[in-house]
T-cell receptor, first 113, second 116 residues
Framework: GQQVMQIPQYQHVQEGEDFTTYCNSSTTLSNIQWYKQRPGGHPVFLIQLVKSGEVKKQKRLTFQFGEAKKNSSLHITATQTTDVGTYFCAGSRYSGSARQLTFGSGTQLTVLP | NAGVTQTPKFQVLKTGQSMTLQCAQDMNHEYMSWYRQDPGMGLRLIHYSVGAGITDQGEVPNGYNVSRSTTEDFPLRLLSAAPSQTSVYFC???????????????FGPGTRLTVL
């Protein structure tokens, strides 16, 4: 079945440093979503990428979808303590049904003040 | 709107006990899902519903039952709890999208279940 690998599993950074998490799929994806989960909270949708090579920005967050639509990355510039949490990617082989979403194992980000 | 609500927030069961995790949404979303979250394993889909009266299995359905009698509610039943079912359970809802998009999941706050 479809597998979505996410690295690293954990990342500790000093406040102000940059952070990147990577997501790799064993199959070509139709699209990819990113979610953030604060400690003790629930996943919250951040963004969805659809097009090959697509790059989207949300303030200090930059999301990228690979040319082959098999990998994606989330980069945070100048991390802040509010960025703490676990970031998940979720890939879909087919558009439409959320049943097709496969979540990565997540990257847990700790930001040291 | 309350969004997606789940009860209880915490539950401790003994092996062999049964229980129902409740989930409700007030966004009139067609789709509802149940996931379990275990350390280092992300979120795995248990069961899924595309509308009232329609349910389907996800990646890890064994040991769980669901029903969808109304648009709003999607309870998850543990038939005979096992320690392997110790996990955090999230309910999610979504609406149908188009244009090459996949449904965005709106998650509830979760139920933390421990099976002894």
């Amino acid at each position: 079945g479809q597998q979505v690998m996410q690295i690293p599993q954990y990342q500790h950074v000093q406040e102000g440093e940059d952070f990147t998490t990577y997501c790799n799929s064993s199959t070509t994806l139709s699209n990819i979503q990113w979610y953030k989960q604060r400690p003790g909270g629930h996943p919250v949708f951040l963004i969805q990428l659809v097009k090959s090579g697509e790059v989207k920005k949300q303030k200090r967050l930059t999301f990228q979808f690979g040319e082959a639509k098999k990998n994606s990355s989330l980069h945070i510039t100048a991390t802040q303590t509010t960025d703490v949490g676990t970031y998940f990617c979720a890939g879909s082989r087919y558009s439409g049904s959320a049943r097709q979403l496969t979540f990565g194992s997540g990257t847990q980000l700790t930001v040291l003040p | 709107n309350a969004g997606v609500t789940q009860t209880p927030k915490f539950q401790v069961l003994k092996t062999g006990q049964s229980m129902t995790l409740q989930c409700a949404q007030d966004m009139n979303h067609e789709y509802m899902s149940w996931y379990r979250q275990d350390p280092g394993m992300g979120l795995r889909l248990i069961h899924y519903s595309v509308g009232a009266g329609i349910t389907d299995q996800g990646e890890v359905p064994n040991g769980y039952n669901v029903s969808r009698s109304t648009t709003e509610d999607f309870p998850l039943r543990l038939l005979s709890a096992a320690p392997s079912q110790t996990s955090v359970y999230f309910c999610a809802s979504s609406y149908r999208t188009s244009g090459g998009l996949t449904d965005t999941q709106y998650f509830g706050p979760g139920t933390r279940l421990t099976v002894l």
